[in-house]
């Protein structure tokens, strides 16, 4: 083969030629020493094919991957959620087993004050997140439901103080204010103390539960989905830190306090309690958990098995 044919070949395609030569037969001792060499070396490059060839590979294979993880991340989520909201109801129940009949006390009323007592105005908290926003309202109760609530240990609820941290805590700056990075207030603690990084009342003036014009929020988002009865009355509350069933010193609590992530930053993230005080025998009873959107249980195994929305 002439020389000018091979260099015009590619360099597998050299590699192949030269190897397909017998070295006895070139002569001249330094002919051979250098094709042996040639023979010997190893071909260190890829052309520009296999090149393509192993980028389409790759660009299948992470196609691949993308589809089978795709919301793995937030369905883990939903499971995790799910777990939540069983230990949460289970925790309730045991809770009142070991407290002779007295469920926790001391819950988030999601509800804002503007001087953080049931005195003031009261009025929805603005950063709930919106589909809960859409299923709760502001409703006042009847003396009968309030006797009800207080039945079963529930007499106090935590109000937003309005007046906390130099005003921030106003409707019109809380969103803005807990996206801060200048200070530490958080979603899931907005019901907590100014002490403890909120914009909750002084936990030394705890707001018993009254007949307050919107001094509660009433569960909205439909009874058939809780198995409560079309006419009943559900009141909503947050699963706040500062409930007692998250107090150490008290039998039967729950050592951690759950935080709901799939709602977006600077909303409240606590999970919710529902309880009835429809209940003929003048006691409130638990209803049911529902997360932080306003989802029940089984709306959260949808998501886990990929038959709703994340």
């Not at 192949?16 to 330094?30: F, K, L, S």
């Not at 941290?165 to 899931?188: H, M, R, W, Y």
């Not at 509350?237 to 010193?249: E, H, I, Q, Y």
Request: with cysteine.
């Amino acid at each position: 083969m002439k020389l000018s044919k091979l260099l015009s070949l590619s360099r597998k395609a050299q590699a192949e030629v030269v190897a397909g030569i017998d070295t006895a037969q070139v002569p001249g001792r330094g002919l051979r020493r250098k094709l042996e060499r040639m023979k010997g070396r190893k071909q260190d490059g890829f052309t520009l094919l296999e090149l393509l060839v192993v980028v389409a590979i790759l660009a299948a294979i992470a196609g691949t991957a993308t589809i089978m993880l795709q919301d793995t991340d937030r369905k883990g989520m939903a499971a995790a959620h799910v777990a939540m909201m069983d230990e949460l109801s289970k925790g309730i129940q045991t809770f009142r087993v070991l407290n002779q009949g007295v469920y926790p006390d001391n819950w988030d009323s999601l509800v804002s004050s503007s001087d953080g007592t049931t005195a003031g105005t009261l009025s929805e908290l603005t950063i709930l997140e919106s589909a809960l926003a859409g299923m709760v309202a502001p409703t006042t109760l009847t003396t009968d439901e309030v006797a009800a609530l207080n039945a079963v240990g529930i007499t106090q609820l935590r109000y937003v103080d309005e007046t906390q941290q130099g005003g921030e805590c106003a409707p019109a700056s809380i969103a803005s204010f807990v996206l801060s990075k200048t200070n530490d207030v958080t979603p899931q603690n907005i019901f907590r103390p100014a002490a403890a990084n909120g914009c909750g009342n002084d936990p030394l003036t705890p707001q018993s539960i009254s007949v307050a014009a919107n001094s509660v929020m009433l569960w909205t988002g439909g009874n058939d989905r809780v198995n409560a009865d079309a006419a009943d009355r559900l009141i909503a509350v947050g699963a706040g830190p500062d409930s007692t069933l998250f107090n150490p010193s008290i039998i039967g609590a729950l050592s951690n306090v759950p935080v709901y992530r799939h709602t977006a930053p600077g909303e409240y993230n606590r999970f919710i309690v529902l309880w009835n005080v429809s209940d003929p025998g003048g006691q409130a009873t638990f209803q049911a958990i529902i997360d932080g959107a306003g989802d029940t249980k089984d709306e959260e195994l949808g998501e886990v098995d990929n038959l709703r929305a994340t």
